[in-house]
């Protein structure tokens, strides 16, 4: 499985990490959509919210560590829309 891996170039990994990463956004934007438009008390926790952001928080880290923008650019947007999903939540409550 190595060797059929490696046939595939940075580039294309790359490019399939942004896209599937910013695919995975698409699912916080969802939740965040969800959550801003019931009306019902949410019932997400903070620690799930910031558990994730401090995730994506250092993969974004990494990823501009070792410059590769298939992991840098999709945390940095997850990591806003966690930061976006935690505001929501916390107005849910006030």
């Known amino acids: 499985m ?20 910013l695919f995975a956004c698409l699912t916080i934007s969802n939740q965040i959509f969800h959550e801003w438009s ?15 952001f401090f995730v994506y928080l250092f993969w974004f880290f990494y990823g501009v560590r070792f410059a590769r923008i298939g992991i840098w650019l999709p945390n940095a947007v997850a990591s806003t ?3 976006i999903f935690g505001v929501v939540v916390y107005l849910k409550q006030i």
């Open 2 to 21: 190595q060797k059929m891996l490696d046939r595939i170039s940075s580039k294309t990994w790359d490019s399939l990490g942004v896209a599937i990463g």
């Open 38 to 52: 019931s009306t019902k008390p949410s019932t997400v926790s903070f620690g799930f919210i910031g558990g994730f």
């Open 81 to 83: 829309l966690q930061i």
